[in-house]
């Protein structure tokens, strides 16, 4: 895999992908956003994450390890920095939201997020040329939404914001765009970014299911 600006087949896919299957699209997530949503649904929600997002090593670490590529690995290595700092939000905001709230079916949701978590992590820890790649770069890129309900979550309990995630997604566009692969890394690389996507559209589909609940 090289880096070069004469290719964005793979980039505009993995993007189209972020766009129409990743946490922007996802109903629960443009809900948590707004400011008359519940605040126990936002503290699932950031219980959640943190749960999947929250320990070290992360996707972006996992995937930096695996990499051999020297510029994916010099931006996997900024990024790594980057989210550092997001896990370290994400605890911040679990530890201000309390206590998860009581949901029925408390046992089968967390082994259905503990199940994702793993998914996760054997995406971003794959031998597979391209996939830890396609994983990490959707994942940064998804993140961008992500913390639209994070930010939300702070506002609601009038904590400071932070930094906002805004240049991290736009170095990640700069890098995906750049990428110049072969045919089968470039399908490895949409591989990584449709399953990581998969795994947090289905991660909003259990939190709205929780929320439903909690509600009837």
Not at 5 to 33: F, Q, Y
Not at 145 to 157: F, S
């Amino acid at each position: 895999m090289a880096l070069d600006k004469r290719s964005a087949t793979c980039a505009e896919t993995i993007l189209r992908m972020v766009g129409t299957d990743g946490t922007a699209a996802a109903p629960h997530a443009r809900a948590l956003m707004q400011s008359s949503a519940s605040l126990r649904d936002i503290a699932d929600a950031v219980h959640a994450l943190c749960v999947i997002h929250g320990a070290f090593p992360g996707i972006v670490d996992r995937a930096c390890t695996g990499t051999l590529d020297p510029g994916a690995r010099d931006w996997l290595e900024q990024a790594a920095t980057t989210m550092s700092a997001e896990r370290a939000l994400l605890v911040r905001l679990t530890a201000a939201a309390g206590p998860l709230p009581s949901t029925p079916g408390q046992a089968a949701s967390q082994a259905a997020i503990l199940g994702q978590r793993h998914a996760l992590e054997m995406l971003a820890q794959s031998d597979r040329a391209g996939c830890a790649a396609g994983t990490a770069l959707a994942f940064v890129l998804d993140w961008a939404a992500v913390r639209g309900v994070l930010d939300g979550c702070a506002a609601r309990m009038a904590l400071p914001a932070d930094a906002p995630f805004s240049e991290a997604a736009t170095e990640a566009i700069a890098v995906l765009r750049a990428i110049v692969a072969t045919p089968s890394v470039e399908r490895a690389m949409a591989f990584g970014a449709q399953q990581m996507l998969a795994q947090h559209r289905g991660l909003w589909q259990l939190l709205e299911a929780r929320a439903a609940a909690r509600a009837g």
